[in-house]
């Protein structure tokens, strides 16, 4: 039997706050026992299932493939421990490997001296069987490994993603501090965005930056694999990797991408080279031709008659001073949704709710995300349908 077909613990790893729409996803494409942890959910499945959900998963960042547990009180436990495991029909013995670690055992200070007996095992473990032994080093181009090391448990996976999953590969221009993809993905969810492109709903995303939040919108309103943008994950550099059946899921997912969407997506910027980059990336994603692009203050943004959402990523203030010369900014960010946006849903992703109550209005949800280390919201607002105040 490959390795490919045989069962095992699939960890999807994700930042705090992610779990959640992670798991709706994951259930979403037939794994259906799962559990959440505060950063990840674990399922059952094989490494063609991983496959599949490298290829899907808007919100994770890797897709583990548990190889084993290993009773690990110190270091030689682990090394005498991994060196049983059969190295010689999971990895190249002419290949490339990295390896990363996360640690807590008290006979161990660093995690790299932990991840340096796992390649020590697995190198002399494919000396012995074949005579040969791979390379290894930190590039996560080609085959990972990854060890998670807890007291005297130490759990051993195969990282099939390799580069993080959120490295879509269309942001290839940013700018400023740009939202990371999956948190990107996670904002738009937490709106039932996908639901509401599919009823022909509106998207508008002001202050657009590189454009991550519209470009998302759009791969979901388009119903497009995120996955289909990379040309390399981590499985593809493991024994009894079969390309034809990667080509078959990509095939099967192009299949169901819709060619447009019926409503708008609204992407804008008061800087022109955020517009560019927006477009460039947009273009890299394969979406330019769904999203409209106006270089313009956000309050000056042309709302379509809804229904639709429009969601924001300020600045938070986070240095000194900041905050005061910021207070305007969402005061006029409520303002906006006041006159422009009746009939829409707002959203402001903030990590600073003493400058969200400078907005003014009653939020119906503050839900609750990670950005980084930074405890942030996504401030919910229903602006109810009415006369649209017109602009002069």
Not at 217 to 241: E, K, Q, S, V
Request: hydrophobic content about 40%; charged content about 25%; proline content about 6%.
């Amino acid at each position: 039997m490959s390795i490919f077909e045989k069962e095992s613990t699939i960890l999807a790893t994700c930042p705090k706050g992610l779990p959640p729409h992670l798991n709706r996803e994951m259930q979403a494409l037939g794994m259906d026992q799962t559990k959440e942890l505060f950063n990840g959910v674990l399922a059952s499945g094989t490494l063609a299932d991983c496959m599949r959900l490298n290829l899907h998963l808007f919100t994770a960042h890797r897709v583990l493939w548990e190889l084993g547990e290993i009773k690990a009180p110190d270091a030689d436990r682990l090394y005498s421990g991994l060196l049983a495991l059969p190295w010689e029909d999971i990895l190249d013995p002419d290949g490339y490997f990295s390896v990363s670690a996360a640690v807590t055992n008290e006979t161990v200070n660093d995690t790299r001296f932990a991840a340096v007996r796992v390649k020590d095992a697995v190198v002399d473990r494919l000396r012995k069987k074949t005579g040969r032994r791979p390379n290894s080093g930190p590039d996560k181009s080609r085959a990972c490994l990854h060890l998670h090391w807890l007291d005297d448990s130490a759990v051993i996976y195969l990282d099939t993603t390799g580069e993080p999953l959120p490295k879509r590969g269309y942001r290839r221009r940013p700018h400023r501090a740009p939202m990371q993809e999956s948190l990107a993905a996670a904002c738009l969810m937490a709106a039932h965005w996908p639901k509401k492109a599919a009823e022909g709903q509106h998207f508008v995303a002001p202050m657009c930056g590189s454009g991550t939040l519209a470009i998302e919108a759009a791969l979901m309103g388009l119903n497009r694999a995120p996955g289909i943008l990379r040309d390399n994950f981590g499985f593809m550099h493991l024994t009894g990797y079969d390309p034809d059946a990667w080509q078959t899921l990509r095939d099967e997912a192009s299949k169901v991408r819709a060619k447009g969407i019926e409503g708008s997506i609204i992407a804008t910027d008061h800087d022109p080279e955020a517009i560019e980059a927006a477009r460039h990336n947009a273009r890299a994603a394969g979406v330019e031709h769904v999203i409209e692009f106006d270089v313009c203050d956000f309050s000056e943004t042309d709302v379509p008659e809804g229904p639709g959402l429009v969601m924001l990523n300020p600045e938070y203030g986070r240095r000194l001073g900041d905050e005061k010369a910021l207070e305007p900014v969402y005061s006029a960010i409520g303002d906006f949704f006041k006159q422009s946006c009746r009939g829409y849903w707002g959203y402001i992703f903030t990590g600073n709710l003493v400058l969200a109550k400078k907005v003014g209005l009653r939020t119906t949800r503050r839900i609750p995300f990670f950005n980084a280390k930074i405890e942030c919201r996504l401030l919910e607002y229903e602006m109810y349908s009415g006369t649209r105040k017109q602009r002069t």
